[in-house]
């Protein structure tokens, strides 16, 4: 099946500083998603974004379809960005809307 | 926007007992509904996905007389978590999907804490 990877798994950044998350993905899909899931748990969608760029004020998202990847820019970061963000598609072949997820990118952000 | 519920948000019980978890779609209808595990510092593990008026569809390994599914109406999913034992505590999230097939975007529940002694 589809393998999705994200980097990196962990990262430490200063408030005010800018940062690039990488997802790969091994095959085609019909559908990507970013979403950020906060120290209590609560998922939240940032983006839905199978392929272009999107941007939603200091977040966001390029995805070249063509060269299975998708990245996730984060500008002038806030201790409120800390949590970890996920990627996650759903296969072109597959015949369902199940979402295939990575294993996410750690980030916690330092006052 | 979209908001999907799950009550209760964190629930202990007895090694033994059943455990029934609410996920509900506040403003708008699903037809579908997934629910999700998660173990501390892992990603989201898909357990099954809930149809409105069938029966739930279980992934590989996730036993179905364990977990019931139960998809009662359009905006209300219900997981229950039968003879509970430590092993079964985890994070259990759903999710509700807006938009056409394989192109929709899903919203999810707060999750629901569950601790078995």
């Known amino acids: 099946g589809i393998q999705v990877e994200q980097s990196p798994p962990d990262l430490i950044l200063q408030e005010g500083a800018n940062s690039t998350l990488r997802c790969n993905f091994s095959?085609?899909?019909?559908?990507l998603q970013w979403f950020h899931q906060n120290p209590w748990g609560q998922l939240i969608n940032l983006f839905y974004?199978?392929?272009?760029?999107k941007q939603n004020g200091r977040l966001s998202a390029t995805t070249v379809a063509t060269e299975r990847y998708s990245l996730l820019y984060i500008s002038s970061s806030q201790t409120t960005d800390s949590g970890v963000y996920f990627c996650?598609?759903?296969?072109?072949?597959?015949?369902?809307?199940?979402?295939?997820w990575g294993l996410g990118t750690s980030l916690a952000v330092n006052p | 926007g979209a908001v999907v519920s799950q009550h209760p948000s964190w629930v202990i019980c007895k090694s033994g007992t059943s455990v029934k978890i609410e996920c509900r779609s506040l403003?708008?209808?699903?037809?579908?509904m997934f629910w999700y595990r998660q173990f501390p510092k892992q990603s989201l593990m898909l357990m099954a996905t809930?149809?409105?008026?069938?029966?739930?569809?279980?992934e590989q390994g996730v036993e179905k007389d364990k977990f019931l599914i139960n998809h009662a109406s359009l905006t209300l999913s219900t997981l229950t978590v039968t003879s509970a034992h430590p092993e079964d505590s985890s994070f259990y999230i759903c999710?509700?999907?807006?938009?056409?097939?394989?192109?929709?975007?899903?919203?999810f529940g707060p999750g629901t804490r569950l601790t078995v002694l």
């Open positions: 999710s509700a999907p807006i938009g056409t097939w394989v192109s929709d975007t899903q919203y």
């Open positions: 403003d708008f209808q699903a037809t579908t």
């Open positions: 809930s149809n409105e008026g069938s029966k739930a569809t279980y």
């Open positions: 095959d085609s899909v019909n559908n």
């Open positions: 974004i199978p392929s272009g760029t």
């Open positions: 996650a598609v759903v296969p072109r072949a597959g015949n369902n809307r199940k979402l295939i």
